[in-house]
């Protein structure tokens, strides 16, 4: 997507940086200098924005700016910018002529753009321009690269020789990390272009690991964050909220409007959900838990009734029950049915009538078992399970103990309420040690 030229320079055009033109001298059809050219209005099109204004900046110590509307426009060359109308003709300050225009320099450059190629978060350096043979400049491209950057600074012919000298096959000298206009649109509705993203990334963002979109996330600056945040598809948005820090979950969740947020709540895993919400306002939880599905919203109150640093408030409540009668053929059945709404298919938890826990077997063993085996014959007897009220040191003593990827959680009367799985144990665990050596060191 990036490093290469999107579009091809026809005969008569050429391709011009924002950063060749800014500081030319502008001047009048009289020949007198207006100013020093200070930015470029383009307006949003289906293809390639064309410029519709020109912004420059008169005075030295108590500067202005001043508009001239693109049919003000002479012609632009390398070392000035020439009018076709008399200064008096231009417009003070800085005024894009429609709706739809921005100014590129306060709304690209320096500003974050996703870049889902790499999984990661880049800065706009530079804006490319193509100039048609009848003189009218495209925004065709966006710099993202280093050498964006040093031209930008004025720094480029001088960086050029060095590294001429020194490592004249650098890869630095001939690639330019451009990324075509097509791919980039503005996420705010605004379009101040305060906030870029890729247009591919709406169908990849999905497809990247939560943790890199997490880390994306985390990132971006508030407003960038937010706005690529609403952009995110429900499933998407829900996968990242359980890798980003709670800090910044809790503003995701409060940046979208509650119907969006209980639709994400509902497909987050219950024990983050519940998290997530316990951290929220009391109006605003059970304003959310009254707009999730009932069944959703149930089993998040449920958790919601335990402490966060005990079995009940770590545990989760997917998880596979079945009962001790059912055949390995039957079990087989039911667990490709679930499987696509279990996060941890590894183990299977087999209970009585009243839901109370009687043994655990794993997927490896259904597996090996005789198609025609009952569970109960199979089955470990008497699995080592917690209480609710089981402190986050307990838990973590258990799970290493036994060497297990999820303990069950058992009420006084053995009935499974749900299981703790060794993620969520490393996690806590993790948060606690900081807490711990936060408060050591003072």
Known sequence: MANELDVAAP????????????????????????????????????????????????????????????????????TEIRLRVPVERLVPGRWPPTERAFWVGDALLDRQIVDTGGAKVVRVNDVHFLQVPTGDLHLVHVDVGLRGLVRRL?????????????????RYLD??????????QPLAPDLTGHALQLTVARR???????????????????????????ALDPAAAARALTEVVPKTRERLIA????????????????????????????????????????????DVAELLRYEPDTAGGMMTTELVTLTPDIT???????????????????????????????????????????????????MRRDPVSLRADDTVERVAEVTEKYNLLAVPVVDGQG??????TVDDVLTRITALAWKWKTASSR
Request: hydrophobic content about 45%; charged content about 30%; proline content about 7%.
């Open 255 to 298: 940046s979208v409007p509650p119907e969006r947020a209980a639709d994400i709540l509902g497909r987050m895993p219950p024990d983050e959900a519940a998290d997530l919400l316990s951290a929220l306002p009391e109006p605003s939880t059970d304003l959310l838990l009254g707009k999730m599905p009932r069944a959703d919203a149930q």
């Open 11 to 78: 005969p008569g055009a050429r391709f011009v940086f924002f950063s060749a033109l800014h500081g030319l001298p502008v001047v009048d059809a009289a020949g007198t200098t207006v100013g020093r050219l200070d930015d470029a209005a383009v307006e949003l099109t289906e293809g390639f924005p064309p410029v519709v204004a020109l912004a420059a900046r008169r005075g030295r110590i108590e500067s202005f700016p001043v508009t001239a509307r693109w049919r003000d426009v002479d012609r632009i060359g390398d």
């Open 154 to 170: 004025g720094w480029g012919g001088a960086i050029d020789g060095v590294v001429r000298r020194l490592a004249p096959h650098a």
């Open 415 to 420: 009935r499974l309420l749900g299981v703790v």
């Open 328 to 378: 390995a053929a039957e079990a087989l059945e039911r667990l490709r049915a679930l499987a696509r709404d279990v996060e941890l298919l590894y183990y299977v938890y087999v209970v009585d009538e009243a839901e109370r826990l009687r043994g655990v077997v794993t997927l490896r063993h259904v597996l090996l078992a005789r198609p025609d085996t009952r569970l109960a014959e199979f």
């Open 204 to 230: 990849q963002l999905g497809q990247l690991h939560p943790a890199q979109l997490a880390e994306i996330l985390d990132e971006l600056d508030g407003r960038e964050r937010e706005s690529l945040f609403r």
């Open 175 to 184: 690639t330019e990390r451009l990324i075509s206009w097509r791919y980039v």
